[in-house]
């Protein structure tokens, strides 16, 4: 069980095209800072599946209109991950939430292209950030590269000690990070019971290194 009066720090590496992502971060968002203090990290799925070794294509070099891997527009995580890194820079805590969950909204409830810039913005906007905050961001070349480097350095976090493979990947603690994939979302009274449960299985049984149930037929 988590210790009362000391938040859980979380490493928690996500990408926005990944509705398991979306689960675990509007979980912990719903924890609140008294119990979780969580560091995210945006982790690019078409980074692995595209180049794992980052040895000839670099998601963080690329222009905003760069081909999808499976040419699936749609399905680009730059603009996002730039406007995240934006927004996170500048504005207040609540509002990087509110923004990454609008986000995410966007992505599963909407089937919006969130590599959209204007979308982007007004997601921003609507999450309480300063007006046109992600577009300045982008035609500010200093601050772009500036998330640029944001990117590269979330993705060598999740490949130096440990090849992270997945989101949602969480590090808790010095210990060694887990993949977490929740069958549904996480109501919010449940929240802490999930999180107690989850730390004290870690620490009792830390050679468990999955644990995965087969789809019922």
Known sequence: MT???QAVQIELFMDYHCPYSQRVVLWLDDL???RVAVRHRLFGLEQ???DPGATDWRLWEQ?????????RQDRRSLAAFLATAIVEANEARGVAARFRRA???ARFQDRADISDLMLLDSLAAAAGAAAGRVADGFSR???LATARVRIADDWAAARSSFA????PTLGVGGARPFYLRLAGPVEPADGPAVLDALLDFRSEVPGVLELKLPEPI
């Open 32 to 34: 609140g800072p008294e």
């Open 141 to 143: 070349p200093a601050e």
């Open 63 to 71: 222009p905003l209109d760069y081909i999808q891997y499976r040419e």
């Open 48 to 50: 692995v599946n595209r």
């Open 3 to 5: 210790s009362l009066g």
């Open 164 to 167: 992270i493979f997945g989101v």
């Open 103 to 105: 986000v995410y909204e």
